[in-house]
């Protein structure tokens, strides 16, 4: 009796229907793969229809199998014979899926839409000089990527708890903190077993690196930050989207901080504006608390965030505007009026925005700029003001040219506003990577170059070729220096560089001189009675960096 009950299970056992079995077997390579590459279940994300068309076609394949057909798959009759018969249903949702996705694309395709695309990006057209303001060189930012990136990985080298088991990841967030221009970067586990070790905690702390005084701090979490990119599992940034946001598109999320330092990710929800599949925007932001996890969707996001579109959503988008504003066929034939930006960007930081900014040149391709953008990363408002002048890498080339015995090479520049002309400010740098000198090169007449070993000191000679030149009546805002007693000294260390402080009789300011560029402020006592040579743009700070200094005698 006992055996013939057991043949009876091992009957039915081998009756299992076929599609009972691919409908197991495809819920739970569904199940692993939704885990794994984390579609969003979305008819306007294009890896959501191939999710489906993957497991349907498991479906059937599995179907055939486990119907013993396998064999008959000899020739494209036979396997279109075993799919009429057993797969019907799933081969023409098959099809219709693929026929969807081709479709929407070609109706969504800038060639049929060219004038909707043109208009994703609203332009308007400003005033350089009364939209950007002059800047105080303690908001001018002085590192770029690469070097912030050489002074985080110098500053983890020298935290031992940390440096054997944690890594920077390289993303180094540009934005502002508490007004001034900082990049800020996340740290991750070294590998797999130090992730083991050390997941309870989370992350400790994140860097803060002051792009202005090239100072670099540790920001220590107390409570550990548990929800990174590089985390693993439920913890993993993406994956706790994804099971929060199941329909929602993101771009690339960031790292930022609030005012009080908190750390927080920035990820943007992205949907499609024109049909299914075109006209990539973005409609708010997701932020997520980088220690709790705790999620909320934005329509409207707070103001301390300073970048919810990205500088590549933005150039992308201004592309679209300036090739396509006269049609499709006239971005090809005839070309009038047809612009796009320049290779390379930058970012202006002003009243606690973060501005994208790039240059714009005509589709020919020449070496020159008919003008450039301003876009706002928060808000996506977009300012284009015409100025006729040399591209960015003309002006570096102009640049490296006045140093060239020195072969130092240039950062990509910044825009700024100098006695009301556009200005390329721009770092030289070593072979080290270190910076150097800075540079000024003006964008209408980029033969007029100053350099500098100081922001302070490369402003006054720029000023002075403006007025060499005609371009300005009289040398603005620039003292030739200040004289005075010493009366207090103070030296601080900044990357391996001594900074003196000096305070003057009658004077609430102090002057920052350092000695890499004034080598006798060092022989400098309280007393003494010193000429500091500077630029006037920030008499009102605590702080005025000065320019030169010259020791005129002891009292």
């Not at 590459?37 to 959501?48: D, E, I, K, S, W």
């Not at 396998?70 to 009429?84: C, F, G, H, N, P």
């Not at 797999?192 to 690196?209: D, E, M, S, T, V």
Request: proline share 3%; charged share 20%.
């Amino acid at each position: 009796m006992f055996g013939r009950n057991s043949k009876v299970t091992k009957t039915s056992r081998k009756r299992l229907p076929a599609h009972i079995t691919a409908l197991l077997v495809t819920l739970v390579f569904a199940a692993v793969y939704f885990y794994v590459a984390l579609p969003a279940v979305n008819l306007q994300n294009p890896g959501f229809y191939f999710f489906l068309v993957v497991c349907l076609l498991l479906f059937c394949f599995v179907s055939v199998l486990a119907k013993g057909m396998a064999e008959q798959l000899t020739d494209v009759r036979s396997i279109w014979w075993v799919l009429k018969k057993y797969c019907t249903i799933p081969a023409f949702i098959c099809v219709g899926l693929v026929a969807a996705v081709l479709v929407g694309n070609i109706f969504s395709s800038v060639i049929l839409r060219a004038d909707t695309y043109s208009k994703i990006l609203p332009v308007a057209e400003g005033d350089f000089a009364a939209d950007v303001k002059e800047i105080s060189y303690n908001q001018i930012p002085m590192l770029d990527k690469t070097s912030a990136q050489r002074l985080g990985d110098r500053k983890l080298g020298e935290l031992s708890d940390l440096v054997s088991q944690f890594t920077v990841v390289n993303d180094y967030t540009q934005m502002n903190y508490k007004n001034q221009p900082v990049r800020v970067a996340t740290l991750a586990y070294g590998d797999l077993f130090k992730w083991f070790g050390n997941r309870a905690h989370g992350i400790p702390a994140y860097l803060l690196i002051d792009m202005v005084s090239q100072n670099v701090e540790l920001m220590r979490i107390e409570e550990g930050i548990k929800y990174t990119n590089a985390e693993h599992f439920s913890r993993n940034l993406y994956r706790h989207l994804r099971f929060n946001y199941p329909t929602y598109m993101f771009d690339t999320p960031h790292f930022e901080i609030d005012d009080n330092g908190h750390p927080y990710w920035i990820c943007p929800k992205i949907e499609k504006t024109i049909l299914p599949f075109g006209g990539l925007d973005v409609n708010g932001a997701v932020i997520v608390d980088a220690v709790t996890g705790e999620c909320t969707y934005y329509e409207d996001v707070p103001k301390w965030v300073d970048q919810v579109y990205s500088a590549e959503l933005i150039i992308m988008q201004y592309d679209y505007h300036g090739q396509y504003s006269g049609g499709f066929i006239n971005s090809l034939f005839g070309q009038k009026g047809v612009t796009v930006t320049t290779e390379g960007y930058n970012y202006i930081a002003q009243d606690d925005d973060v501005y994208v900014y790039t240059g714009i040149t005509s589709v020919t391709g020449d070496e020159s700029n008919i003008g450039f953008i301003l876009c706002n990363q928060r808000t996506k408002e977009a300012r284009y003001y015409p100025c006729a002048g040399a591209e960015e890498f003309s002006a570096m080339d102009s640049a490296q040219g006045v140093v060239q015995h020195l072969q130092y090479s240039a950062t990509f520049p910044l825009l700024l506003n100098i006695a009301e002309h556009p200005t390329y400010f721009m770092a030289l740098k070593d072979n080290a990577q270190l910076v150097k000198m800075y540079a000024m090169v003006n964008v209408q007449m980029y033969n007029i170059v100053a350099t500098g070993s100081t922001v302070a000191e490369c402003e006054l000679e720029y000023i002075r070729l403006l007025n060499q030149n005609g371009l300005v009546d009289e040398v603005p805002n620039v003292t030739k220096g200040i004289e005075g007693a010493v009366r207090d000294i103070r030296v601080a260390v900044i990357d391996g560089t001594s900074v003196y402080y000096l305070l003057l009789d009658g004077n609430a300011s102090y002057y920052a001189v350092s000695a890499a560029e004034s080598k006798n402020v060092v022989l400098v006592n309280t007393g003494d009675r010193v000429r500091i040579q500077m630029a006037d743009t920030a008499t009102d700070s605590a702080i005025v960096e000065g320019a030169s200094l010259e020791l005129l005698s002891d009292l």
